[in-house]
C-alpha cells in the first residue's frame, strides 16, 4: 500500500509544478464556462420545459468546468502512453508492483493533481458572477454527496482509463482508439450535454451505463437534479461499476501482459 | 544462479511494401513475417560472475535479458533465475534483480533524482536503515551528491546513467543486468562507470549480465563472453579463448628510414604507407623477436609497436565468420 500511496505522492508532485498549464486551463474554463451558460440561457429563452431549470444548469455547468480534469478519461496520461510508444513500460514490468496498481495509482493523481490547481479559482470567479448564470452554493448535505460520488466518479475514470491504456498493446497508434472515447464518453457522460436534456427512454437507459457514472452522477447530485433516495442508487451504481471495471481491467491486464512485446534496444 | 534451457521466442512483424497503393491494401490485408529472436537458446551463470553478452544488432540479446528480467514471456523452454521462473513469479522474482536499459529512463523527468529513488525505496519496501546505508555508498562511489536534488531532464546524459545505475542498486539486487550501459557516454564516464560496476561486483558478489557494443566493456570487465547471432548462442567462452579461436597474430607497426624491408614467411603485409608498414605477424612460425631482428637488418628502424588483435577486431572476425 505505501509504494502505490508513495507513487501518488510522485505524481503529485509532477503534476503540481506546472503553473503555466494551470493559468491557462483557468482561464480556458472560464471562458467555456460562459459560453455554454449562454447557449443554454438561449435555449432556456425558447420557454419551453425542461428537466433542469437554468440556474440549476449553469451550477452543473461550473462545476463540471471546475473538475474538468477530474472527469476527463483520455489526454490526462501522457506519460502511460509515452511508455508503451517507447517501451520505457520495460522499466515498470521489472518493477515489484502490479502494473494495474501502478497505472491506476497514476491516472488518479493524473487528475487530482491538477484539478487541485484548477479548481478554486474557477470556482471562486463563477460564485462572484451575478444570478441567475452564477455557481450556486446548496446545502451541505448535497456538497458532501457531491464529494464522496466525485470521489467514486474519479475512480469509475480512473477504471475506465486503464482499460483505455491497455488497449494501446494492441494498437499501433493510440489516436484512433482516442478519437473514439472521447466521443463516447463525452456525449454519455453528458459532457456535451447534461443527461437530463435527452429523451427519456434514452436518459434511462444510458444513467445505466458506467459513463454516467462518470461526471453526470456527481454533477446532477450538485445541481439538485438527483436528490435523496436517486442519488443513492446512482451512487451504488457507482461503486458498482467500480469493482466490475477494475476487476475486468485486472483480468485483461494480465492477460495482455503474456504477449507483450518491447521491441528494440 | 541463472539458467536458461532451450528457449524459443518468435515475434511477429507487420510486413508491407513501399508506397501509397500497399498501405492502403494494409489496412485490409496485413501480412507477417514470424522471426526468431530466440532458437533454442540454453546456458547457465554462476553466482558472482560478470558476464559479456554480445552480437550484432538484431540477434537477440535484449530479447534474452528481458526474457530474464520477466517482461518477456518465451514461446518454449525454461529459465530460471534464482530459483525462481522469471515470467510466472513475476513479484518475486523483480526484488531480487536490478535493470539498467542504457536507451530508456527510468528516473522522472521532471522531479529530482532523489524523489525517483524515495519511490523505488517504497516499491521494494526497503527499510530506512539500509537505504541510506545503500544511497551513501552509491553517491560516494558514483559522485552523486550534487546531482540528487536536480530534476533529470535538467542533468546530461553521463550524470543521468550513474543515477540510472545507482538506481536499480538501491535494493541489493542478486543479480544486475545491464543492457548497453555506457551507451552514448564520454569516455570519462565510460571509465568511471566500468570501474563502478566492478567494485559492486567484487564487493557485493552481484551477479552482472552486461550487453554491450562496446568491446571496452567487454575487456575491462568480463571473462566469460557468450556471442550470440540469429538467436542462437554461437560460442561460450572466456575472452583469451575467443582471441584464440580467431586469431593469434600479432600486429608490427614498422616506421623506417631507408630501404623498404622485404617481408619473410610467416608475416604477411598489411598495409605499406611511406616509411611505415603495418604487417601481421603469425608467432608459431616465426617468433617476433627474430621478426624484429630480421626487419632491423635490412633498415633503419624508427620505431617498432606490436600489438595483440583488438578486441573489436576480434569480434568483427567472429560475426563475419559466423555470418551473423
Not at chain 2, 511494401?17 to 529472436?37: C, D, H, M, W
Not at chain 2, 513469479?89 to 523483480?94: G, L
Not at chain 2, 519511490?119 to 539500509?130: N, T
Request: hydrophobic share 45%; glycine share 6%; charged share 20%.
Amino acid at each position: 500500500m505505501k509504494s502505490y500511496l508513495s507513487l501518488f505522492r510522485i505524481r503529485m508532485i509532477n503534476g503540481l509544478q506546472y503553473r503555466a498549464v494551470a493559468i491557462g486551463s483557468i482561464l480556458t474554463r472560464f471562458c467555456w464556462g460562459i459560453m455554454e451558460i449562454l447557449a443554454f440561457f438561449a435555449i432556456h429563452e425558447s420557454g419551453e420545459n425542461f428537466a433542469m431549470t437554468f440556474s440549476q444548469t449553469a451550477s452543473y455547468i461550473w462545476m463540471q468546468q471546475a473538475f474538468i480534469l477530474m472527469y476527463n478519461v483520455i489526454d490526462n496520461d501522457q506519460e502511460i502512453e509515452a511508455s508503451i510508444n517507447n517501451g520505457s513500460i520495460a522499466y515498470q514490468l521489472a518493477l515489484p508492483m502490479n502494473l494495474y496498481g501502478n497505472w491506476f495509482t497514476q491516472c488518479l493523481a493524473n487528475r487530482l493533481s491538477p484539478t487541485m490547481l484548477n479548481c478554486l479559482p474557477v470556482l471562486i470567479l463563477a460564485m462572484l458572477i451575478p444570478a441567475p448564470y452564477r455557481l450556486r452554493l446548496p446545502d451541505l448535505n448535497t456538497v458532501i454527496l457531491f464529494l464522496v460520488s466525485t470521489v467514486l466518479a474519479l475512480d469509475v475514470v480512473g477504471a475506465i482509463a486503464v482499460l483505455m491504456h491497455i488497449t494501446m498493446f494492441y494498437t499501433i497508434s493510440q489516436r484512433g482508439m482516442k478519437i473514439i472515447g472521447r466521443a463516447v464518453v463525452g456525449f454519455f457522460a453528458g459532457g456535451l450535454i447534461p443527461l437530463p436534456y435527452f429523451p427519456e427512454i434514452f436518459q434511462k437507459v444510458v444513467s445505466l451505463l458506467p459513463f454516467a457514472s462518470t461526471q453526470s452522477t456527481p454533477l446532477l447530485i450538485y445541481s439538485g437534479s438527483l436528490t435523496g433516495k436517486d442519488a443513492v442508487s446512482a451512487m451504488g451504481l457507482q461503486v458498482f461499476w467500480i469493482a466490475v471495471l477494475i476487476t475486468f481491467g485486472y483480468y485483461a491486464m494480465n492477460h495482455t501482459l503474456k504477449r507483450v512485446v518491447v521491441q528494440g534496444g | 544462479m541463472i539458467e536458461f534451457q532451450s528457449i524459443c521466442k518468435t515475434y511477429r512483424v507487420a510486413k508491407r511494401q513501399a508506397g501509397f497503393k500497399n498501405a492502403v491494401k494494409s489496412l485490409f490485408f496485413r501480412e507477417y513475417e514470424t522471426i526468431r529472436a530466440l532458437d533454442d537458446v540454453s546456458f547457465s551463470i554462476a553466482d558472482g560472475d560478470i558476464i559479456g553478452y554480445i552480437g550484432p544488432n538484431g540477434a537477440g540479446k535484449s530479447t534474452s535479458v528481458k526474457v530474464m528480467c520477466g517482461i518477456l514471456t518465451p514461446d518454449s523452454g525454461i529459465c530460471r533465475v534464482n530459483g525462481k521462473i522469471p515470467w510466472q513469479e513475476r513479484a518475486a522474482h523483480v526484488k531480487d534483480i536490478g535493470v539498467v536499459f542504457g536507451q530508456r529512463s527510468q528516473l522522472w523527468w521532471d522531479v529530482p533524482v532523489i524523489d525517483s529513488f524515495e519511490l523505488l525505496r517504497d516499491m521494494y519496501k526497503i527499510d530506512e536503515k539500509r537505504y541510506r546505508h545503500n544511497l551513501d555508498e552509491l553517491t560516494q562511489l558514483l559522485d552523486l551528491s550534487e546531482l540528487l536534488k536536480t530534476p533529470a531532464r535538467n542533468l546530461s546524459l553521463g550524470q543521468r546513467m550513474r543515477c540510472e545505475i545507482a538506481a536499480p542498486l538501491l535494493h541489493d539486487p542478486k543479480v544486475l543486468f545491464l543492457d548497453e550501459p555506457t551507451i552514448g557516454l564520454d569516455a570519462v564516464s565510460k571509465i568511471a562507470v566500468r570501474q563502478f560496476i566492478q567494485k559492486i561486483n567484487a564487493q557485493k558478489h552481484t551477479t552482472i549480465v552486461l550487453t554491450t557494443h562496446d568491446m571496452m566493456d567487454i575487456e575491462a570487465l568480463t571473462k566469460r563472453v557468450l556471442l550470440i547471432g540469429h538467436g542462437k548462442i554461437l560460442l561460450d567462452g572466456n575472452l583469451d579463448e575467443l582471441k584464440k579461436h580467431t586469431s593469434t597474430d600479432k600486429k608490427i607497426t614498422v616506421k623506417y628510414t631507408g630501404s623498404t624491408p622485404a617481408i619473410s614467411p610467416g608475416m604477411k603485409l598489411n598495409e605499406s604507407k611511406e616509411n611505415q608498414l603495418t604487417i601481421s605477424l603469425n608467432p608459431h612460425i616465426l617468433p617476433v623477436s627474430d621478426a624484429i631482428a630480421i626487419i632491423a637488418a635490412q633498415t633503419d628502424l624508427l620505431d617498432v609497436s606490436v600489438t595483440d588483435v583488438s578486441t573489436e577486431e576480434v569480434v568483427a572476425a567472429l560475426y563475419k565468420e559466423y555470418q551473423v
